[in-house]
Antibody, heavy 122, light 115 residues
Framework: QLQLQESGPGLVKPSETLSLTCTVS??????????WGWIRQPPGKGLEWIGS???????YYNPSLKSRVLISVDTSKNQFSLKVSSVTAADTAVYYC??????????????WGRGTLVTVSS | DIVMTQSPDSLAVSLGERATINCKSS????????????LAWYQQKPGQPPKLLIY???TRESGVPDRFSGSGSGTDFTLTISSLQAEDVAIYYC???????????FGQGTRLEIK
């Protein structure tokens, strides 16, 4: 059974770079035609898509975050990663990795990690 | 961007009663080529990730109780819980996936509580 697990520091200082990794278990990240995504949720607020990556490295980013976000993939480790630079308190959120239910371009998500809270504070 | 607006923001319903949550998109999410509405519903309980309930506006995800149903087309959609159970207390989100790739957006969420 395919599972996703986020990992990374829970506390990041303002102006620094947030780095998270999503480990895929129970299947290969490169065996399907899915894009693998990052979605975040500030405390008490709604969901915001950050970006997504294909196992080949092709990426799509939310235009509102694109200048600060980098998503990469390591197929040998069955992982994909997120970096958000120049963070502020507004980047404090639960960060989820997720996979769409079906391959292709139209993404609704049936598989989510448990999420990891990242707090931006000095 | 397609803006998704849910109503109400919060809702209190008695156990066993019907709960109705609305979702309106700023433009149609009906794709004329296949006559499908690119609209999903999720349930999120505290401390958990969202759980997919409904996709294609009205198709129930496997394992979702049949008291959950989705309806609507174009720009106006509804999630209905026919007989509210205690375990249905959660925040519910709609999401359009018409815009591609990656242009999908969520509604702001509706908090459902027991009256």
């Amino acid at each position: 059974q395919l599972q996703l697990q986020e990992s990374g520091p829970g506390l990041v200082k303002p102006s620094e770079t947030l780095s998270l990794t999503c480990t895929v278990s129970g299947g290969s990240i490169s065996s399907t035609n899915h894009y693998w995504g990052w979605i975040r949720q500030p405390p008490g607020k709604g969901l915001e898509w950050i970006g997504s990556i294909y196992y080949s490295g092709s990426t799509y980013y939310n235009p509102s975050l694109k200048s600060r976000v980098l998503i990469s993939v390591d197929t040998s480790k069955n992982q994909f990663s997120l970096k958000v630079s120049s963070v502020t308190a507004a980047d404090t959120a639960v960060y989820y990795c997720a996979r769409p239910a079906v391959p292709g371009d139209h993404w609704y998500f049936d598989l989510w990690g448990r999420g990891t809270l990242v707090t931006v504070s000095s | 961007d397609i803006v998704m607006t849910q109503s109400p923001d919060s809702l209190a319903v008695s156990l066993g009663e019907r709960a109705t949550i609305n979702c309106k998109s700023s433009q149609s999410v009906l794709y004329s080529a296949n006559n499908k509405n690119y609209l999903a519903w999720y349930q999120q309980k505290p401390g958990q990730p969202p759980k997919l309930l409904i996709y294609w506006a009205s198709t129930r995800e496997s394992g979702v109780p049949d008291r959950f149903s989705g309806s609507g087309s174009g720009t106006d959609f509804t999630l209905t819980i026919s007989s509210l159970q205690a375990e249905d207390v959660a925040i519910y989100y709609c999401q359009q996936y018409y815009s591609t790739p990656g242009g999908f957006t969520f509604g702001q969420g509706t908090r459902l509580e027991i009256k």
